[in-house]
């Protein structure tokens, strides 16, 4: 089996999701994703990575991976060569599943998680992230036909009354949420100082969701790496009566001694970092003991085969594993079946105003939630295809990149 075609899938209602399809002369097509600066992604694939797989057999996933990862160290291994070696390892993965008739879940392994991984949901409404000012105004579910934002404004409403989404979450099963309500504050001072009563309004949606369901619910704070020592060293400190099960990224992994000392200042455990790009960076930050769970995104940190590894090493020093999605339809898939396999699985996070919406318009998948918990894809691979009439939308662009003349 020979690689033929390299092809670029994007819509411009979800501009940073890029789509890749890789084809085989045996009929199969590979389904990869990454996220952000979709031109650049495109041009990288284009120019370095599509010719090394054009006529390569698909099937030798580590081979490859270490051929492009060495091939682009010239240019520093980190940001887009990473994004784009992780949704071309994805596509392979997939390939590899739908040749043998296995997803890939029990391609690595098999199940740790029968009943499902645990999930959280990130408060944020469609068009969240996704890089076009005002994209939620026009962005439909083509199931429903009702505007997205009115389906779940997840992230209009904690800053509205977080009691009244907690609950909300509750009932539909959901019982861990992650907001971001000091991230106001980082960009007014640049991150480098919080005031009282800016502490206390970000402290406002934590005392309703308290009122309201009391310790029935997990909340995550989202810090973005907005912030230096002091003020989140502050941010912590304010937060520990209100039990937050994770601090998040409060400041940039940049700096794991740094990381450390916020770690050592406070009981609440440190998420550090979907912004580390291979498993490398990770294990620095472990070294200098800088997180308690690790957190890592599967289409940008080099894809299933590098996840793999970064969740391995996280589990040999006895850490926890968390894998990322705010981003698209195919990195949850690829992140489910990781989480579905490794023993030390925290939570996969997922978007509920995503998996019940436009995901559902992209790809072939229903990623449900029940008992708070949501199961990886049963099909061969990565187990989720574009849509048929996903590809006939207006907003679609597909663009071969590379084939066998």
């Not at 007014?188 to 005031?195: A, E, K, L, V």
């Not at 970000?202 to 995550?220: E, S, T």
Request: charged residues 25%; glycine residues 8%; negative net charge.
């Amino acid at each position: 089996m020979k690689i033929i075609q390299v092809r670029t899938i994007n819509f411009s209602d979800f501009p940073n999701i890029t789509m890749l399809e890789i084809e085989t002369d045996a009929g199969i097509v590979g389904l990869g994703e990454t996220y952000y600066t979709p031109r650049s992604v495109a041009a990288y694939i284009e120019e370095v990575l599509a010719p090394m797989l054009l006529d390569a057999d698909p099937l030798q996933i580590e081979a490859f991976w270490r051929l492009a990862y060495d091939g682009s160290h010239v240019y520093g291994n980190k940001g887009l060569e990473m994004r784009c070696l992780s949704a071309v390892d994805v596509a392979l993965w997939d390939i590899l599943g739908q040749h043998v008739g296995q997803p890939v879940w029990q391609l690595l392994g098999g199940s740790s998680h029968p009943d499902g991984v645990p999930i959280y949901n990130t408060c944020a409404t469609a068009g969240y992230a996704q890089g076009t000012p005002g994209i939620r105004r026009h962005i439909r579910s083509k199931q429903s036909g009702a505007p997205i934002e009115s389906l779940y404004r997840d992230y209009e409403a904690w800053h509205e009354d977080a009691g009244k989404l907690a609950q909300s979450l509750l009932e539909m099963g959901i019982r861990a949420m992650k907001i971001w309500p000091f991230d106001a504050a980082a960009l007014s001072n640049r991150g480098q100082t919080i005031s009282w009563k800016e502490l206390d309004e970000g402290l406002r949606p934590w005392k309703q969701i308290r009122d309201a369901v009391g310790m029935d619910i997990d909340v995550i704070l989202e810090g973005h790496g907005y912030w230096a020592l002091q003020p989140a060293r502050r941010i912590a400190e304010a937060l520990e009566p209100y039990k937050p099960a994770l601090l998040e990224d409060l400041m940039k992994p940049d700096n794991p001694r740094t990381l450390a000392k916020l770690r050592e200042s406070t009981r609440t455990p440190i998420c550090a970092s979907e912004l580390l790009m291979n498993r490398y960076a990770v294990e620095e930050m472990m070294r200098a003991n800088a997180c308690d769970v690790v957190m890592t995104d599967v289409t940008w940190s080099g894809g299933i085969t590098e996840a793999r590894k970064i969740a391995y090493l996280a589990d040999t020093n006895n850490l926890g594993v968390i894998f990322h999605d705010c981003t698209g339809p195919v990195t949850l898939a690829a992140g489910l079946h990781l989480s579905t396999h490794c023993t030390n699985t925290w939570m996969q996070e997922i978007v509920r105003s995503f998996t019940l919406g436009f995901y559902r318009d992209l790809v072939d998948h229903e990623f449900v939630v029940e008992n708070g918990r949501m199961h990886a894809p049963q099909r061969p691979g990565i187990g989720v295809a574009i849509r048929p009439e996903a590809l006939d939308r207006e907003d679609c662009v597909r663009r071969v990149l590379a084939e066998r003349k």
